[in-house]
């Protein structure tokens, strides 16, 4: 069992910065690859980055490539999301998962979700 908190959210101007991030239990979390989703009222849940358990590889959706950074430090049990330039359609809330296999993508492709947390920007 993984249990995964987040935190970080809030209000932001557009064009601002917010780091989230997300803790975790357990002792295999270093073992372990992370994702971040987030999901908009009304819309589906949208994937946005990936980061192995080395930290090595990274992976991104094209909506957020070049202004969020995925991070990690196994020390801590934590994963954060950087996230920089943002912008009113980043708005959601923002949820991490341990990645299991397939699909990196596809939310069946993740086991143990967070409860989200909000991030809202202005205009």
């Known amino acids: 069992q993984v249990h995964l908190v987040e935190s970080g959210g809030g209000l932001v101007q557009a064009g601002g910065s917010l780091r989230l991030s997300c803790a975790a239990s357990g002792r295999s979390f270093s073992s372990y690859t992370m994702g971040w989703f987030r999901q908009a009222p009304g819309k589906e849940r949208e994937f946005v980055a990936l980061i192995n358990w080395g930290a090595g590889n990274t992976y991104y959706a094209d909506s957020v490539k070049g202004r969020f950074t995925i991070s990690r430090d196994n020390a801590k049990n934590t994963v954060y999301l950087q996230m920089n330039s943002l912008k009113p359609e980043d708005t959601a809330v923002y949820y991490c998962?341990?990645?299991?296999?397939?699909?990196?993508?596809?939310?069946?492709?993740?086991?143990?979700w967070g409860q989200g947390t909000q991030v809202t920007v202005s205009s």
């Open positions: 998962a341990v990645y299991r296999g397939g699909s990196a993508k596809a939310t069946t492709s993740y086991d143990y």
